[in-house]
Nanobody
Framework: QVQLVESGGGLVQAGGSLRLSCVASGNIYSIDVMAWYRQAPGKQRELVADITSSGSTYYADFVKGRFAISRDDVYNTVSLQMNSLKREDTAVYYC?????????????????WGRGTQVTVTA
């Protein structure tokens, strides 16, 4: 069974930094796109950043210049380095995988979510 497990969330003061990590497990051969989303209370889930298997990245405007996404395909991990955090960055952060392929199986998993990790930024 494939799964994504996030870690690294917590409480931080505004201006501080946190690093989120997500590991994918389940006999994985490759993953096309790995991404981080977030959902603040009362708001819709939104894309924060993603990274393709070729290393191309996308950042939402509200994190450009502050966050950096990276991946390690040997260990099937994706990380999000968050700097200069603001109170409005407070949210549950979710890891997402698209185009996940497993050894010995033809079909890919195209919409896999982790359970999320809470990030709280205080004044």
């Amino acid at each position: 069974q494939v799964q994504l497990v996030e870690s690294g969330g917590g409480l931080v003061q505004a201006g501080g930094s946190l690093r989120l990590s997500c590991v994918a497990s389940g006999n994985i051969y490759s993953i096309d796109v790995m991404a981080w989303y977030r959902q603040a209370p009362g708001k819709q889930r939104e894309l924060v950043a993603d990274i393709t298997s070729s290393g191309s990245t996308y950042y939402a405007d509200f994190v450009k210049g502050r966050f950096a996404i990276s991946r390690d395909d040997v260990y099937n991990t994706v990380s999000l380095q968050m700097n200069s955090l603001k109170r409005e960055d407070t949210a549950v952060y979710y890891c997402h995988a698209e185009g996940l392929r497993r050894y010995g199986l033809d079909e890919s998993v195209d919409d896999l979510w982790g359970r999320g990790t809470q990030v709280t930024v205080t004044a």
